[in-house]
């Protein structure tokens, strides 16, 4: 597997998969990407893609084995429930090219919260596992979530995919954390456009980003300059504010 | 082009490409996802993929190039202010393979807000688009967006997405809406799951999503039915209310 960071051993990459009709038709707003978007970055794990596919075995296929081959780690969330509209294990196990079945670990778990008569047919589909597959505890609901290969599968209800993802985080590997410095310019983003260019040009290590936004006193700026080294963050950063320091006096 | 729409003229078909570090590092969480989702449900336009990709020309070209060759439409957002960062028109122009250059209508639009002194290299940044593209009108900040074959390319500020939106649905070819409606089980999804797998079974061109969620009473589910076919979505309803009542009454 030609992974990147094969080529850096520092840079460890994610994609998250998220699957789900509802979240396409605008019906549930997802909140899982900004979740785990900024928890992986907490902890050293750089998030380069996400792709949001339908019900559609042929498509959760296509889009996890394209994203499983690229990066270090890809998330899944959305379609491990007892409905018949959950396909999301039997996608993983077709993308993975092993069969699925009843995993007595699994049923194990339902049973500490189901009766043997709650512990239906449609329950049961939570207890299908692809074989070969490490589980993923579910403290809030139990139904598991699981890990193949290089693919977690979690739940897609908020509370249940943050729990999964508290008890996942440990097993990962993590690269150099990717350090962040913020700076709010108090000038517009037209206004030091020209300068924070050149600056970037000089910090080619460093990546520099410019957001806008709406502060108190009007049209505003945040400068975002990010690294995974701190003295070249610290360089570029210095030199951000000194150039913001000098167009805000060129303005008065 | 063999989209699917040539093969259902009653359906159209889009994808969302989401462009920015800043969501991928999960300093900014996405808002436009959802929102866009809905508008298109509303009027009769299939989302049917969203990808989330960096400030990297070669990846926007690649993603956009794969969505653009699938889907009727493509709507993407983020990258087309005043700074180095902001490469999403260059990289459109690149996906596409034309030219891109200052567009005087553009400068039109920025000289209505920004002074003479006031439009600035980085500003002018803002006037570059791809030859043969159409703007979209800007009310809020003027800086245009565009559309090029079947993509248009909008701002990531919500407020001015919105905006750009408004402006170009009326222009868009829609299909026919996807009806849908929703019911309150008051069960939990996996009382429900091997019934409702039947009534799915039973209406093959209906779609039913089954989606837990905690009501007053506790554990408790939302079946939506959807189809293009009022009758059909009315009679798969009424199967699924016939069956919640009667798991209901099994309950009692």
Do not use: C
């Given at each position: 597997?030609?992974?990147?960071?094969?080529?850096?051993?520092?840079?460890?990459?994610?994609?998250?998969?998220?699957?789900?009709?509802?979240?396409?038709?605008?019906?549930?707003?997802?909140?899982n990407i900004g979740y785990i978007?900024?928890?992986?970055?907490?902890?050293?794990?750089?998030?380069?893609?996400?792709?949001?596919?339908?019900?559609?075995?042929?498509?959760?296929?296509?889009?996890?084995?394209?994203?499983?081959?690229?990066?270090?780690?890809?998330?899944?969330?959305?379609?491990?429930?007892?409905?018949?509209?959950?396909?999301?294990?039997?996608?993983?196990?077709?993308?993975?090219?092993?069969?699925?079945?009843?995993?007595?670990?699994?049923?194990?778990?339902?049973?500490?919260?189901?009766?043997?008569?709650?512990?239906?047919?449609?329950?049961?589909?939570?207890?299908?596992?692809?074989?070969?597959?490490?589980?993923?505890?579910?403290?809030?609901?139990?139904?598991?979530?699981?890990?193949?290969?290089?693919?977690?599968?979690?739940?897609?209800?908020?509370?249940?995919?943050?729990?999964?993802?508290?008890?996942?985080?440990?097993?990962?590997?993590?690269?150099?954390?990717?350090?962040?410095?913020?700076?709010?310019?108090?000038?517009?983003?037209?206004?030091?456009?020209?300068?924070?260019?050149?600056?970037?040009?000089?910090?080619?290590?460093?990546?520099?980003?410019?957001?806008?936004?709406?502060?108190?006193?009007?049209?505003?700026?945040?400068?975002?300059?990010?690294?995974?080294?701190?003295?070249?963050?610290?360089?570029?950063?210095?030199?951000?504010?000194?150039?913001?320091?000098?167009?805000?006096?060129?303005?008065?």
């Amino acid at each position: 597997m030609t992974t990147e960071e094969n080529r850096s051993p520092a840079i460890v990459t994610a994609a998250i998969l998220v699957i789900g009709d509802e979240i396409l038709s605008g019906r549930t707003k997802d909140k899982n990407i900004g979740y785990i978007a900024e928890y992986l970055t907490n902890i050293g794990i750089e998030l380069r893609e996400v792709r949001v596919v339908p019900d559609v075995t042929d498509e959760i296929v296509a889009a996890l084995n394209a994203l499983r081959a690229r990066y270090g780690y890809v998330f899944t969330t959305g379609g491990i429930g007892p409905t018949h509209d959950d396909i999301t294990a039997d996608a993983v196990a077709a993308a993975f090219g092993v069969p699925i079945d009843y995993d007595p670990r699994a049923v194990a778990m339902l049973s500490e919260r189901f009766s043997p008569e709650e512990l239906n047919e449609a329950r049961m589909r939570m207890a299908r596992i692809p074989a070969g597959a490490e589980l993923i505890a579910n403290a809030i609901s139990k139904a598991p979530g699981f890990n193949i290969g290089n693919v977690f599968v979690m739940a897609g209800v908020p509370a249940i995919m943050q729990a999964m993802l508290d008890v996942v985080a440990p097993t990962l590997r993590t690269g150099t954390k990717l350090l962040s410095d913020t700076v709010q310019a108090g000038l517009r983003e037209g206004d030091i456009g020209g300068p924070l260019a050149v600056i970037a040009q000089a910090h080619p290590e460093v990546s520099i980003g410019s957001y806008p936004f709406w502060s108190e006193t009007g049209p505003d700026t945040h400068i975002v300059v990010r690294s995974r080294d701190a003295g070249k963050l610290q360089a570029a950063m210095n030199a951000v504010k000194t150039m913001i320091e000098s167009e805000r006096q060129r303005r008065n």
